[in-house]
């Protein structure tokens, strides 16, 4: 069984440009999140994503969004990038929402310069 | 803000030893708790998931709940140097979201 699955691995933009990262869940899983991990700050959450919809979002600004298509795969988008958002981008999926057990993608590197 | 706690360490221990990391978390409605193991450079992975009270084991790892202290721990027993990574707790908020601790970071000497 695949497990998630997340594109690029690396990624070096520059301030102002926008990016977005891509997640496949775990084939069946339904519930896709997002977080960022710096060495300040530990592991973040950004968004979750069930059906589609999201379902909780973290205090994150606007420039960062995200959705989900009907095969659950997700997108999460950062716009007009700042040298802070430079981290690691996690995506974690789980066959439901609520407490169920998530697993984590090899996440997206994303250096701004 | 719901909150996560953990003892960011180093803790060092010996091989063969049993390690013990804590946690605390301040929402009295999470259902849901977790270990994940981190190793440098690598994504968190999964080792341990508990929902009620008292102690779940699975191997040489053993996780404790008591939710009316709002504490969290994972025991290693027979701790091995491969076992050196960070150990980051996890806690649901509202069924959607999980908080993490900033992670204790353990270290296994042979």
Known sequence: ?113 | QKEVEQNSGPLSVPEGAIASLNCTYSDRGSQSFFWYRQYSGKSPELIMSIYSNGDKEDGRFTAQLNKASQYVSLLIRDSQPSDSATYLCAVDQAGTALIFGKGTTLSVSS
């Open chain 1, 1 to 113: 069984k695949a497990g998630v699955t997340q594109t690029p691995r690396y990624l070096i933009k520059t301030r102002g440009q926008q990016v977005t990262l891509s997640c496949s869940p775990i084939s069946g899983h339904r519930s896709v999140s997002w977080y960022q991990q710096t060495p300040g700050q530990g592991l973040q959450f950004l968004f979750e994503y069930f059906s589609e919809t999201q379902r909780n979002k973290g205090n994150f600004p606007g420039r960062f969004s995200g959705r989900q298509f009907s095969n659950s795969r997700s997108e999460m988008n950062v716009s007009t990038l700042e040298l802070g958002d430079s981290a690691l981008y996690l995506c974690a999926s789980s066959w439901d929402r609520g407490n169920t057990e998530a697993f984590f993608g090899q996440g997206t590197r994303l250096t701004v310069v």
